[in-house]
């Protein structure tokens, strides 16, 4: 079972990397966790999401911020844009709600266009920069590392030349190339423990 757990692990870390390509415990936050719920589920004000994603991203930079809630933090700002497109598209995208985004039914042109308001202001209240710091402060943490990369291909999704743009600004700015090589090195390692998984599981079945 641990076996199967590991190997599990390891697709999704190649899926999320392999996506982002494609795609080019503080005290504080557990009083906010009643606030967020209702800011997603009363309020679709953007006003009030520009305050909601202006917080969190000063909690994703707190280097007291503990791992755990980080993942939580960086769920939340995913679920901003995921229920964006739930809002446009209805019942035929629930269903995708427990998916990565890349994973879901793709969306018209236009629907594509409406949640790049969300996208934007994520953009411009730095969120793309806090990805940069975690996967710098955090490169070790696979779990961590995989929610960082499913947040960034959430902000890429439909192609969001303005995020684009950071990125390309953010990568350009890694002189050493510390990021794309923690990246490859992760699809060296989850391509190495998959190999190694079908190798025994060919050896047991022949």
Excluded: C
């Excluded at 019942?91 to 934007?120: A, C, D, F, T, V």
């Excluded at 730095?126 to 990805?131: K, R, S, Y």
């Amino acid at each position: 079972l641990r076996e199967e757990k590991k190997t599990r692990e390891a697709l999704k870390m190649r899926e999320a990397v392999v996506a982002l390509g494609v795609y080019f415990k503080s005290d504080s936050l557990y009083k906010w966790k009643a606030k967020l719920q209702n800011t997603l589920d009363m309020s679709r004000a953007m006003e009030k999401r520009k305050g909601l994603i202006e917080r969190l991203v000063q909690l994703l930079k707190k280097r007291s911020t503990h791992g755990k809630d980080i993942r939580f933090i960086i769920r939340v700002l995913r679920r901003v844009v995921e229920l964006d497109i739930i809002a446009i598209e209805g019942e035929k995208q629930k269903e995708s709600m427990n998916k990565p985004i890349y994973l879901w039914k793709p969306l018209s042109s236009e629907n594509y266009q409406s949640i790049r308001g969300i996208q934007n202001i994520m953009n411009e209240k730095n969120v793309v920069e806090a990805i940069f710091d975690l996967l710098y402060r955090h490169s070790g943490n696979l779990k961590l590392t995989r929610e960082v990369l499913t947040l960034g291909i959430t902000l890429l999704y439909g192609g969001n030349k303005a995020v684009q743009d950071s990125f390309y600004t953010f990568f350009k700015a890694d002189y050493e190339n510390t990021i794309l090589e923690d990246l490859t090195d992760i699809l060296e390692d989850t391509t190495d423990e998959l190999l190694s998984r079908e190798e025994r599981r060919l050896k047991r079945n022949y």
